[in-house]
């Protein structure tokens, strides 16, 4: 049986929560069997998968699409399909059907929304009606024209209050965890402690209950240089260059195919 959202919330204080993101079939078999506890369909494939420099031209199809083949993949992890932009902002109605289509229709475990208090109502009438809900403050990629740009949030008191308010808010309206993304690892181990489901840090320190990238910056699978808050765990982006180098070499040289290769 895969991990529930209920599952993911009774490991806070008990084990770190494990989290990746995943937009694809053979990437989430492979997290899945390597004992990821958590893998979301960020609409971060806006960038990684689609080309696009920002989240906000990514669909509710694009999201669909992707959800789906993770689904397919996945047996033990939690699935969490990323609300993209104004699929959830218009109207909790709208919300609750598009929310709904991921679990009906893409086989998600949950969803993830993005904002704090402003998303109360939202939340409480997606979990009220079944469905687990992922909350996710600090720095909002979809809030990016809003914020003039990516910036580390919560560093004045006042911000820093604010967020405090906006945990505790998604807290009481039903999120089975919190994903708290750039913002100083003090606040971030404050709002850890303050509420009772886990958080789950991006560029918030050590002190958070899990930890998620995406997948594509800890494998080092594209040249470009990554934010502050990613380690680079592998080279994927010179392994595959490599290959392709000698691939290349090789089938201009005669090398490819060998005998091995064919059918004789
Ligand atoms: O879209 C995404 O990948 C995300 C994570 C970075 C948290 O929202």
Do not use: W
């Not at 694009?62 to 047996?75: E, I, N, Q």
């Not at 109360?120 to 914020?147: D, F, Y």
């Not at 899990?210 to 592998?234: C, E, N, W």
């Amino acid at each position: 049986m895969a991990n529930s959202a209920r599952d993911i919330k009774k490991m806070k204080g008990r084990e770190k929560i494990i989290c990746l993101t995943a937009y694809d079939y053979s990437t989430a078999a492979l997290l899945d069997d390597c004992g990821v506890h958590l893998l979301l369909v960020g609409d971060s494939l806006g960038m990684t998968m689609l080309g696009y420099s920002n989240t906000l031209p990514v669909t509710l199809d694009d999201m669909l699409h992707h959800t789906v083949a993770v689904s397919r993949a996945v047996s033990n992890a939690l699935v969490v399909a990323d609300m993209p932009f104004m699929s959830f902002q218009i109207s909790d109605e709208e919300a609750l059907r598009n929310a709904g289509r991921f679990i009906k229709e893409a086989g998600a475990g949950a969803v993830k929304i993005e904002g704090g208090a402003l998303r109360h109502s939202t939340v409480k009438r997606l979990v009220a009606n079944g469905i687990p809900v992922l909350g996710h403050i600090g720095l909002t990629p979809q809030s990016l024209r809003e914020m003039g740009g990516y910036r580390v949030q919560g560093r004045v008191p006042r911000e820093a209050e604010a967020l405090l308010a906006d945990a505790a808010a998604l807290e009481d309206a039903g999120v089975f965890a919190i994903v708290l993304e750039c913002i100083p690892p003090s606040l971030a181990a404050d709002i850890t402690a303050q509420v009772a489901v886990p958080t789950i840090g991006i560029g918030a320190g050590p002190q958070c209950d899990g930890q998620i990238l995406v997948t594509h910056d800890m494998l080092g699978m594209s040249g470009k240089v990554a934010p502050r808050f990613v380690k680079r765990y592998a080279d994927l982006d010179g392994i595959m260059r490599k290959a392709v180098a000698d691939y290349t070499s090789e089938v201009q040289g005669g090398q490819f195919p060998a005998e091995a290769h064919c059918y004789n």
